[in-house]
């Protein structure tokens, strides 16, 4: 395999697995967008740092499959800690958000600079799960992860009809039968898993740029939910593929941040030039009207 | 003990400042986060927090000191900034608030990290400190203040603790009209977005002020979970404050202790004792707490059981017929008759079962209670007949006196039920 001149062969595979993983998150975001979950997923990807560090402490062993189970894991249990603030308390959703978010991170926070502090051999490179760092992935590993992120898209297609219809008018979907929780729950469990699949481009802090921001986009220009699902996965695509080239190219610039204001700049065309709910289309039928 | 009391005698000047400067902006925090969180604004809280980066950023390149007062304008200022776009955002592109807020935080947040990492050489922020801040190095930074070296955080944070307190004081009337009723509040003239825009600005000056100490992420635990807390132990609004600042307060003296024992970020031990507490009073708040919850399930249940059991018996004896001891089936009517026994509600005689004076009262309220509301529910609700016990089942250990009164006014005397068996009269 010959790659461009210039670009090595590491770089280059990383490059094509991230654009898979942009796709596949942004067109499960699509979801906890339209189903006005945007933030869970904030949640979650800040708890997946407590969740990569716990892994790294228990198993002494720092590859990346390892790493991204544990980080699933925290995940997981922090989407369970909200379920359980809401079921058990009248503690209300934002508040229990922003505290699973920011308690799980703090959790995180001071294992990780305990460990740095004890100085354990290997502890070193954990913080890059902070703001992502793409440079340090090798070909197997991106490998892997484009094959999960694929996976997800997968069960997504398969699932789309119900999905669709939980999100849209849940109330309907459990008069006629849907076990509207438990599709809930999946696909709240596959934004978790786009979150953990993202956490090594993107960063603990970031990842969930990569589920918000291009469903949000991709919904200025589509009414349709398979229209939005592809457009949201080519923007995410961009967003990942930019952020990881001007990273490669821009000494220290962290992974995460870049891919983000990429993403922000596909919303920010989108918001302006959406055909019926952008700025300019509105301004347009608000003098023609 | 011995352990304890050493650790209090090592206390050097320098964490005693450290303590206190997590301490008063703690106390910030949570005054702010109390009305956020009543407010219904806590992702607000949280966008804000990231979001003051890139203003910090912007205002340290152009020759601010951390803690100065240009930062403090960088930061309200991105603050006020990411507010404004999120409502942009909703006005215009008919984008969700929470949809609005992830997209305005991480772009505003991300280009805060890309302008600190391209300045790196040129300014004194580090990307650690900006996720979680160092107080272990707060005290290092000092002025001197009426002689004594005073941490500049420290002053940043009481200063900030200060005017934001007087603030809220002296408009805590209007906050607290808006926090509850905002309708209301706009209809009788309040200046609600004035009332807000106020809110907000004292969100982003608690956190610029905390920005040093905790760091970016981590502020949202100081805003967030102290209110959350308290709010499971306080009704009334100012108790509610009071109570989330002493939280607070007391999550930064620990946290900071229990970080400085383990040789860890004091941020993220801060951090962890807030969630603590939280789990703590959502165990065992005297209303809402799980412990609580299920007391109170309990004892509505055993009640359940016990009314049951007594019309049980009182039903027999309207049937005539004899309430054997085979009448109860289950262990749990069997532990009811038992304890309807000790406390004179029923006796047993010669393998029978018979209500006493006492206990024939109150089973006859429960069974007043019951055909009172199927014979209201059969004049106002077209049910067959089979269909008005269910809810008569429920409803019969919930009715009081005075509703029992109204219902029988209004089913004309309340001689006897649908089922035409007759009403108890009130004992």
Redesign the interface.
């Known amino acids: 395999m010959t790659a461009a001149p210039g670009i090595p062969y590491n770089t280059a595979v990383v490059a094509g697995a991230v654009a898979v993983v942009g796709f596949a998150a942004g067109v499960v975001g699509c979801f906890g967008v339209l189903r006005r979950r945007a933030l869970a997923g904030d949640a979650a990807s800040h708890a997946t740092l407590a969740g990569v560090v716990a892994a790294f402490l228990l198993t002494g062993r720092r590859d990346l499959p390892t790493l991204l189970a544990g980080a699933f894991v925290a995940a997981v249990a922090s989407l369970g800690c909200l379920v359980l603030i809401r079921r058990c308390t009248r503690t209300r959703d934002d508040a229990a958000t922003a505290l699973v978010l920011s308690v799980s991170f703090g959790i995180g926070i001071a294992m990780l600079s305990g460990l740095s502090a004890r100085g354990i051999p290997g502890a070193g490179g954990l913080e890059q799960f902070l703001l992502g760092h793409t440079a340090a992935l090798t070909a197997t590993d991106a490998v892997t992860l484009a094959a999960v992120s694929l996976a997800v898209v997968l069960v997504v297609w398969a699932g789309l009809k119900e999905a669709t219809l939980v999100s849209f008018d849940p109330a309907f979907a459990a008069a006629t039968g849907w076990p509207v929780a438990i599709i809930d729950y999946a696909l709240v469990t596959l934004v978790a898993a786009m979150v953990v699949v993202g956490l090594p481009a993107a960063g603990a802090v970031l990842v969930t740029a990569l589920v918000v921001i291009p469903p949000v986009a991709a919904r200025q220009w589509t009414d349709r939910v398979p229209t939005m699902l592809l457009l949201a996965g080519t923007i995410g695509l961009v967003a990942a593929v930019g952020g990881v080239a001007a990273s490669a190219a821009v000494p220290r610039l962290a992974t995460g941040p870049t891919i983000v204001l990429v993403a922000a700049a596909l919303f920010a065309v989108s918001f302006f030039c959406g055909p019926e709910r952008g700025w300019f289309a509105r301004r347009r039928a608000r003098a023609g009207g | 003990m011995n352990a304890a009391a050493g650790m209090w005698g090592e206390l050097s000047t320098m964490h005693a400042w450290a303590i206190a400067t997590a301490a008063v902006v703690a106390a910030g925090c949570a005054l702010v986060g109390t009305l956020l969180?009543v407010r219904?604004?806590?992702?607000l809280?949280?966008a804000i927090s990231h979001a003051v980066l890139p203003g910090i950023a912007v205002a340290v390149l152009a020759g601010g000191r951390p803690g100065g007062l240009l930062v403090l304008v960088g930061a309200v200022a991105a603050a006020l900034v990411t507010v404004l776009l999120v409502q942009v955002?909703r006005r215009?592109?008919?984008?969700?608030d929470?949809?609005?807020?992830?997209?305005v935080f991480?772009?505003l947040?991300?280009?805060g990290?890309?302008i600190v990492?391209?300045a790196?050489s040129r300014i004194d922020l580090d990307?650690?400190c900006i996720?979680?801040g160092i107080l272990e190095l707060v005290p290092f930074d000092t002025v001197r203040v009426a002689g004594l070296e005073v941490p500049r955080a420290f002053l940043t944070g009481a200063t900030v603790l200060v005017i934001v307190a007087a603030g809220l004081a002296a408009t805590w009337k209007e906050q607290l009209f808006t926090a509850f009723d905002i309708d209301a509040a706009r209809a009788v003239g309040l200046p609600v977005a004035v009332v807000t825009a106020g809110l907000l600005a004292a969100t982003a000056l608690v956190t610029v002020a905390s920005f040093e100490a905790v760091g970016a992420?981590?502020v949202?635990?100081m805003?967030?979970?102290p209110?959350?807390t308290a709010?499971?132990l306080a009704r009334r609004l100012h108790t509610m404050a009071f109570v989330a600042m002493l939280l607070g307060v007391v999550a930064a003296v620990l946290g900071y202790l229990a970080?400085w024992r383990?040789?860890?970020?004091a941020?993220?031990?801060?951090?962890?004792v807030?969630?603590l507490q939280?789990a703590i009073a959502?165990v065992v708040a005297p209303d809402?707490g799980?412990i609580a919850?299920l007391v109170a399930r309990l004892a509505l249940g055993w009640r359940v059981i016990c009314e049951d059991t007594l019309a049980l018996l009182w039903r027999a004896d309207e049937a005539d017929a004899v309430a054997s001891t085979r009448a109860f089936r289950s262990p749990s009517e069997w532990t009811a008759a038992l304890w309807l026994a000790a406390r004179g509600r029923i006796v047993r005689d010669a393998g029978r079962w018979s209500l006493t004076a006492v206990g024939r009262a109150e089973a006859e309220t429960v069974v007043r209670s019951h055909r009172l509301w199927e014979a209201w529910l059969g004049r106002h609700a077209d049910l067959p007949l089979d269909h008005l016990h269910p809810p008569a089942e429920w409803i019969e250990h919930h009715l009081g006196a005075e509703l029992r009164r109204r219902i029988e006014a209004d089913v004309g005397g309340g001689e006897s039920d649908p089922h035409g068996r007759s009403i108890p009269r009130e004992p």
Do not use: K, W
Request: net charge negative; charged share 10%; no cysteine.
């Open positions: 969180v219904r604004m806590s992702l809280g949280d955002l215009e592109g008919g984008l969700a929470d949809a609005g807020t992830g997209v991480t772009t947040f991300a280009l990290v890309v990492t391209a790196a990307p650690g996720l979680y992420i981590l949202v635990a805003l967030v979970v209110a959350a709010e499971l970080a383990l040789n860890t970020s941020a993220g031990m801060i951090a962890v807030l969630g939280y959502a809402d799980a919850r």
